[in-house]
C-alpha cells in the first residue's frame, strides 16, 4: 500500500514538473513574439503607406491627363461642366460658382459683356465649342424677331436670323463672356452683324435671375441685313434645330415650346404664277370690281367662293413645298449623337404639336428635296 501511494505522489510530481516546463516554454515564445512584434508591425505599415502612395500618383496622373484631353478639346469644357453641377445643386455653392466663373469670363463687374444666344447659342456645349463663358439665363429680347434665314451653301442647309422688327419678341439667354472672347464668337458667326441691345429691350424670364444686368453692361446680338430664306435647296436641317431646342430644353418644355411658335419660317412661303397678288392681279382684281358694280349679288358670293378656293389652293402650295431635311443618320452640323434620343423623342413631341403641317412633311430623303426644286421653279419664295 505505502509503495502504490509513492508511487501516485511521484507521477504527481512528474505532472508538475512538466507543466512547469511548459509554461516556461510559452512565456520564452511569448516574450520572443513580443520583441518581433514592432518589427512586424512596422512593415506592414510600411507596406500600406506604400500602397496608398502608388494609389494616389496613378489617380493623379489620370485626373491629370483627363484634364489634359478635356482641354485639348476645349478649354471651357470643365468649367462649364463645373457650372452645370453647380447649377444642379443650388443655393449658396451655386451662387459661388456662378461668381466664380462670371469672374472669369467677364473680368470682374467693370465693363461686362453679354451675349444673347437665340440659336444654337442657347446650347451650352455648342457655345463651349467657340469659347469659355459664364452663366446664362432665359430672358425675351423685344424689337427682334427670330426667323429662318440664315442660308449657308457651304454646308447645304438655312440656320436662324434674329432681324429687326418693331412689336416683336423672342426668347433666349443672355450669356455673359469676356470682352477678348467677343472676336471668336463674331469669327463664328461670321456673316452676321454684332450690334448692341438697348438693357431695356431684355426681359428676364426669371424674377429669380442669377444674372442682374446693370447700367454700363453691354448686350449683344448678332442680326442678319439681308436675311435668304430656307428653300429646298437649302433647307432646315433637323441636327441643327436638335441643338437650338436641347439648350431651350435645359431652361423648361415651355420655353422650347416658344422658341418655335415664336420663330418664323417653318412654313415654306410660295405663290403659284399668276395666282400670287402683283400689279397684273391688281388691274385684274379692278376690272372685276368695275363689273361686279352691276351684276347681281349672287355672282359675288361666287366670286367670294372662288377666291376662298384660290386661298386654300395656295394654302395646299405653301405646305407642299419640302424645306425640312431629316439629317439626324447624316448631320449636316454638328457630330452625330450629339443630342441623346431621349432628348430627340421629345423634341419631336414638341413640334409635331407646334409646328403642325410643316413637321408632317419633313423629309429624310434628299432627293425629296430635288424634286422640290420643281416647285420653287413655279414659286417666288
Known sequence: RESAQERDRKKEREREVMLRLNVAANEAEASRFRAFEPVVTARKARTRVVASLACLVVLVVVQLGLRGLSQSQHPSEANAALLETELTRGGRGRAAVDSRVD??????DRGRHFLVGYGSLINRQSRGKTA???SSVPVRVNGFERVWAYAQPSRGMTALAAVRKDGAKLNGVVVSVAASKLPEFDKR???YKRVEVPLEAVEMVSRTSRVELKRGDKVWIYVL???AYASPQLPIAQSYVDVVLAG??????EFARECVTSTKGWRLRCRRGGESGGQGSGKSSGKSSGKSSGQPRQQSHHSEGSSEAKRKEKDETE???VHWLDDRSEPRIYRRGFVPSDVTRKIDSILSSVAGESFKHRTSDAHALAAGKANMAACAA
Do not use: F, H
Not at 431651350?248 to 418644355?253: N, S, V
Open 132 to 134: 469659355q463663358t459664364g
Open 225 to 227: 441685313d439681308r436675311p
Open 189 to 191: 458667326e461670321l456673316n
Open 103 to 108: 469672374s472669369q469670363a467677364v473680368g470682374g
Open 319 to 321: 405646305t407642299q413645298a
Open 248 to 253: 431651350c430644353l435645359q431652361w423648361g418644355e
